[in-house]
């Protein structure tokens, strides 16, 4: 073969070479693998992507909740109550002018009681100052505590009447609005407060948030912060409800348990304050002269009204030992 036949041979094998080598990676599957691969990176990263839009977009949710748990815990801080706001929490229509003449009213007459039985000036002015000042407080707090303690035992049937009222598809006006006309005192007259709110302009979580001003109770305050998230964030209402539910029963059982277990120390206390009242009792009974020294000569009120103050440090520090916060 001469020059030319072995160039033109040399070139046909560089072009069958340069053809083969093109076309291995595609007869091999190379090419497919590597176009696989950068489909499955670009499949990580959009998962990556939208995991990151996920968490950014649940922080920002945590964010608005935390925001909405502090500007409540704000708005619902402990402050000190006045005469007008415990008189509301006790259920009580009174204004504060007829507060002061009731107050009045009992003082003269505790006086006037006392300066009748004991013919001194002085135990009049103390039971005027007693009937005037405490009673009418003490009337006052008796009636608020006793009427907390109702609306705690019933505002559980009123949260599931509105997880009820939900999954039935009713909105949740409608709901407050069927407690605010069925429910049992005073969570009816408490809700139909929030509903009146509601006719006046505000939204239902201000109007539930106003619930805490006149039921001062973790309840309460648990049920407003549940509805302002919700109202804020979104979310299942029906579900978060269902929990909220179910923490207030467990509170209550757990209430129920701790009363039970401190029936005891309470009776003990019980007797235990009540036995100097029962000795002093039957001793005057069965020798009144002797008893009398008490009352009768100076030495003796001295220490009675020592012996009276003892006796209230010892009360209240057996009450402190057996009364539990949940």
């Known amino acids: 073969m001469d020059s030319n036949q072995i160039i033109a041979l040399t070139l046909v094998a560089i072009v069958i070479g340069a053809i083969g080598y093109t076309l291995l990676p595609y007869l091999t599957g190379s090419v497919r693998g590597e176009r696989r691969q950068a489909a499955l990176l670009q499949g990580n990263l ?75 000036l002085l135990y ?27 609306f705690v035992q019933e505002f559980p049937n009123a949260v599931d009447v509105i997880i009820r009222g939900i999954k039935a598809g009713l909105p949740l006006g409608d709901c407050l609005r069927i407690i605010a006309a069925e429910a049992a005192e005073p969570v009816r007259s408490e809700f139909r407060r929030v509903v009146e709110a509601q006719t006046m302009g505000l939204t239902i979580a201000e109007s ?18 549940v509805i302002n998230i ?32 401190s029936a005891e120390a309470k009776a ?31 030495s003796g009120r001295v220490v009675m009204v020592v012996c009276g103050f003892w006796m209230f440090i010892g009360v209240m520090s057996m009450r402190k030992m057996i009364a539990f916060d949940i």
């Not at 002015?125 to 000042?133: E, R, T, W």
């Not at 008796?142 to 907390?148: H, T």
């Not at 299942?236 to 269902?242: I, P």
């Not at 019980?270 to 020798?287: D, E, H, Q, R």
């Open 46 to 120: 959009r998962v990556k992507n939208a995991a990151s839009d996920r968490s950014q977009e649940l922080a920002q949710r945590r964010k608005q909740i935390a925001e909405s748990i502090k500007d409540l815990d704000k708005k619902t801080t402990k402050r000190k109550l006045t005469l007008e706001a415990r008189m509301l929490q006790a259920g009580l229509t009174w204004t504060k002018p007829k507060f002061f003449m009731i107050s009045a009213m009992v003082g003269v007459f505790v006086g006037f009681l006392l300066l009748m039985i004991s013919g001194n």
């Open 230 to 261: 919700q109202q804020k964030a979104g979310g299942n209402l029906s579900e978060a409800l269902g929990n909220l539910a179910r923490v207030l029963r467990d509170r209550k059982k757990m209430q129920l348990k701790i009363k039970a277990m």
């Open 208 to 225: 539930v948030e106003r619930l805490t001003e006149s039921i001062p109770t973790p309840e309460a305050n648990f049920f407003a912060i």
């Open 268 to 298: 003990s206390a019980g007797i235990i304050g009540a036995l100097p009242f029962v000795v002093s009792g039957m001793v005057y009974l069965t020798s009144p002269r002797y008893m009398e020294l008490l009352w009768l000569t100076p």
């Open 124 to 150: 009049a002015l103390a039971g005027m100052v007693i009937g005037g000042f405490g009673f009418p407080n003490w009337f006052v707090n008796f009636m608020r505590k006793r009427r907390i303690n109702k």
